[in-house]
C-alpha cells in the first residue's frame, strides 16, 4: 500500500477535482477535507471518495464550480442552498454563517440544503470551537434509497445520519463528538471491502435480512443495522427530522427524494450564556477529572472524544498517509481519465 505525505496527496486530489471542472479555490478546499479525514484516521471520509464525488459529476448529480447561497434568513436563522455543489465548501460556508449569527443572537441556527456528500461532520463543527462557540450538527441523506434498516426491521430505509458536537475546553483542545446513528459509517464497509477484509458481527444484514461479515453484501442489496440498537434508530429518525424534514432538504423515507445531504447545525455563544472565563475553567476542569479516572482493564488512560484522532493526525502526519492498493488504484485511473501526472 503506498505511503503518501498529506500535502502529496492533496496536491494530486486538487489537480484531480480542477481537471474534473472545480475552481482551484473548490478543488484546493475538498481536497485539504478528504486528506484532512485520511489524516485522523477516518479513512471511510477520505480518498476513498474521490471516485465517488467524480461519478457524481459525470452522472450530473454534482456541479463542482457551484457555490452555496443564502435562500432564506430570519434574524438567528439561516437556510443555505448548496446548489448541488461540493459539501465541504457549502457545509464551511453555513458553519461561518452560523458562527456569525451566533455571535449576534447569543445562538444560530443554519441549515444547508441541495447538498453532496460534506465530509467528515466533526470537522466543520470543531470550527466553531475556535470562536469560543459550542455547536451541534444533524446530517441526513446520502444516496437515492436509505442504507440502514429501522430496528427490528429488515429493509433499507434510513440514512446513517451522523451526529457532531463541538465543545471548547478552555486553552486545550475542544472535545469533539462525531459519529454515525448506524453501527458504522458506511465508508468503513466500503474501506473493509477494498482491502479485502471481513466486518465484525452486528454491522450489517445480507440481502435475505441475514447478519453477515462480508462486506461485499452491503453492496449487493443488503442494509446497515442502527447503533446500539433501538437507540440508535431513535437518534437516526431524529437527525431525519433536524436535517431533512425542519430544513425542506428532504429524506430518502419518503419518495421524490433527491440524493444529497441536508445538514441543520446549532451553534451556542458561551458569552451569551456565562463569562466565558468561568466556563473555561469549569470546562477545564471537567475534561482533567475525566481523564484522570481509573483506566478499566485493558486501558492504559482514559481518553476524551477526539484525542485519537489527534494522536493519529500527529502520527500520520510524520509517517504519511498509507492508501489502500483498491483507493489507490482508483485514483491513479482517476487521474489518467483526466490527463492529471501523479508523481509520488
Known amino acids: 500500500m503506498p505511503l503518501l505525505q498529506p500535502s502529496t496527496l492533496i496536491d494530486l486530489a486538487t489537480r484531480i477535482f480542477a481537471a474534473a471542472g472545480a475552481p482551484d479555490d473548490i478543488a484546493k478546499l475538498v481536497a485539504t477535507s478528504l486528506v484532512g479525514s485520511d489524516l485522523v484516521g477516518h479513512d471511510s471520509h477520505g480518498s476513498v471518495r474521490v471516485r465517488q464525488y467524480l461519478d457524481a459529476i459525470r452522472r450530473g448529480d454534482l456541479n463542482p464550480a457551484a457555490r452555496p447561497q443564502i435562500v432564506h434568513e430570519q434574524g438567528a436563522a439561516v437556510t443555505v442552498d448548496a446548489q448541488r455543489g461540493f459539501g465541504q465548501v457549502a457545509a464551511h460556508f453555513t458553519i461561518n454563517e452560523g458562527i456569525r449569527r451566533a455571535k449576534t443572537h447569543g445562538i444560530a441556527a443554519a441549515g444547508l440544503i441541495h447538498s453532496g456528500h460534506v465530509g467528515r461532520l466533526g470537522e466543520w ?93 452491503l453492496y449487493d442489496g443488503g442494509m446497515l443495522l442502527p447503533a446500539a440498537t433501538h437507540k440508535g434508530y431513535a437518534l437516526s429518525v431524529l437527525v431525519e427530522f433536524m436535517a431533512g424534514l425542519l430544513t425542506g432538504g428532504g429524506t430518502p423515507v419518503l419518495p421524490g427524494y433527491t ?86
Not at 472535545?175 to 464497509?189: M, N, Q, R
Not at 474501506?191 to 471481513?198: I, T
Open 259 to 344: 440524493p444529497g445531504n441536508g445538514v441543520l447545525f446549532i451553534v451556542l455563544d458561551i458569552a451569551a450564556f456565562r463569562p466565558p472565563a468561568a466556563y473555561d475553567k469549569e470546562s477545564q476542569a471537567v475534561a482533567q477529572r475525566v481523564k484522570a479516572t481509573k483506566p478499566a482493564p485493558g486501558f492504559d488512560r482514559v481518553l476524551l472524544p477526539g484525542e485519537p484522532e489527534r494522536s493519529m493526525a500527529a502520527t500520520r502526519s510524520a509517517e504519511g498517509i498509507q492508501i489502500d492498493d483498491a483507493t489507490w488504484k482508483l485514483l491513479t485511473e482517476d487521474a489518467a481519465a483526466l490527463n492529471v501526472p501523479v508523481s509520488v
Open 125 to 217: 463543527v470543531e470550527l466553531a470551537a475556535e470562536h469560543q462557540t459550542l455547536a451541534l450538527a444533524f446530517c441526513n441523506g446520502g444516496g437515492p434509497t436509505g442504507a440502514v434498516a429501522p430496528f427490528g426491521g429488515a429493509e433499507r430505509l434510513l440514512g446513517t445520519n451522523p451526529l457532531a458536537a463541538a465543545l471548547p475546553v478552555g486553552d486545550e483542545s475542544p472535545i469533539i463528538l462525531d459519529f454515525a446513528t448506524s453501527a458504522v459509517a458506511e465508508g468503513k464497509v466500503r474501506v473493509a471491502r477494498n482491502r479485502g477484509k471481513s466486518i465484525p458481527e452486528g454491522w450489517i444484514l445480507n440481502n435475505a435480512g441475514l447478519p453477515s461479515t462480508n462486506p461485499a453484501d
